[in-house]
T-cell receptor, first 112, second 115 residues
Framework: QQQVKQSPQSLIVQKGGISIINCAYE??????FPWYQQFPGKGPALLIA?????SEKKEGRFTISFNKSAKQFSLHIMDSQPGDSATYFC???????????FGKGTKLSVKP | NAGVMQNPRHLVRRRGQEARLRCSPM?????VYWYRQLPEEGLKFMVY????????ESGMPKERFSAEFPKEGPSILRIQQVVRGDSAAYFC?????????????FGPGTRLTVL
């Protein structure tokens, strides 16, 4: 049973474009939704995170949109750059437990 | 402030041998999590530890795998009698004291190859 479903599996975007990655979750007890960025051979790095009491959070070029009723959240990368080329993972957790449930990842390639 | 450290970065073992993976959390962090990542897959939770305590091991295989986080020293993930299916990247994450347990910072991982 996959508790966090992520799409698309891969994404190609032109430099300057908007990259959009979507995630859907099943467990309504989840209360923390982070996005991680991972470069080849490296560990995941926290990019941005949101809690369900807000519908949107923006940090620089990165925005999370959250739809509690639909149990969906998405990452938007504005003005995408070649340096953004990486694999992005959404995740979810229940605050009382702490362990993260990850999506399968989206490999983003930004073409110059 | 150094990040989460893991060693070794690469580990090669033959089937039947033991693998020991070490994780030193960030300074001031007392919560450690271990995750496993198979090729082209997301990370799967294995175990959550605090100093000298296993809090949640629901993601860890019942046999051959064990983890500890002693009062002094790094956290250790131990895999006995390794099999080819254990080949994966193993990541450790740490988070601060209780109350902020959801912000996890990951180490660079240990890539285990079983021949």
């Amino acid at each position: 049973q996959q508790q966090v479903k992520q799409s698309p599996q891969s994404l190609i975007v032109q430099k300057g474009g908007i990259s959009i990655i979507n995630c859907a979750y099943e467990n309504t007890a989840f209360d923390y939704f982070p996005w991680y960025q991972q470069f080849p051979g490296k560990g995941p790095a926290l990019l941005i995170a949101i809690r369900p009491d807000v519908s949107e959070k923006k940090e620089g070029r990165f925005t999370i949109s959250f739809n509690k009723s639909a149990k969906q959240f998405s990452l938007h990368i504005m003005d995408s750059q070649p340096g953004d080329s990486a694999t992005y993972f959404c995740a979810a957790s229940k605050g009382s437990q702490g362990n993260l449930i990850f999506g399968k990842g989206t490999k983003l390639s930004v073409k110059p | 402030n150094a990040g989460v450290m893991q060693n070794p970065r690469h580990l090669v073992r033959r089937r039947g041998q033991e693998a020991r993976l070490r994780c030193s959390p960030m300074k001031g962090h007392s919560h450690v999590y271990w995750y496993r990542q198979l090729p082209e897959e997301g990370l799967k939770f294995m175990v959550y530890l605090q100093k000298e305590n296993i809090i949640d091991e629901s993601g860890m295989p019942k046999e051959r795998f064990s983890a500890e986080f002693p009062k002094e020293g790094p956290s250790i993930l131990r895999i006995q009698q390794v099999v080819r299916g254990d080949s994966a990247a193993y990541f450790c994450a740490s988070s601060p004291l209780a109350g902020v347990t959801d912000t996890q910072y990951f180490g660079p991982g240990t890539r285990l190859t079983v021949l």
